[in-house]
Nanobody, 113 residues
Framework: QVQLVESGGGLVKPGGSLRLACAAS????????WGWYRQAPGQQRDLVAH??????NLDDSVKGRFTISRDAAKNTVYLQLNSLKPEDTSVYYC????????WGQGTQVTVSS
């Protein structure tokens, strides 16, 4: 059974940074398409960044501010959030793109002064 555990969220002021982590057990991120999603209250869950075929793709809303990376040894993927804005406030999740696992609990990011 694949399990995903997100961490690293918190309360940050506008312009601040956070690094989110997503550790997987039961399946490797290596050679798989995977991504980071976010869901604001009352909104649908949206894909904001993903890695596929060795390429990174970012939604226009986060391009230039967010980056993704992977640590193969830890089977963990990361989402670096820089220049955060209040509209980035959401619960952030990771998942595989080809055969999604059950969603983890996510990690809350709140951007507020």
């Amino acid at each position: 059974q694949v399990q995903l555990v997100e961490s690293g969220g918190g309360l940050v002021k506008p312009g601040g940074s956070l690094r989110l982590a997503c550790a997987a057990s039961g399946r490797s991120f290596r050679d798989k398409a995977w991504g980071w999603y976010r869901q604001a209250p009352g909104q649908q869950r949206d894909l904001v960044a993903h890695s596929s075929g060795g390429r990174t793709n970012l939604d226009d809303s986060v391009k230039g501010r967010f980056t993704i990376s992977r640590d193969a040894a830890k089977n963990t993927v990361y989402l670096q959030l820089n220049s955060l804005k209040p509209e980035d406030t959401s619960v952030y999740y990771c998942n595989f793109l080809d055969y999604p696992a059950s969603w983890g609990q996510g990690t809350q990011v709140t951007v507020s002064s």
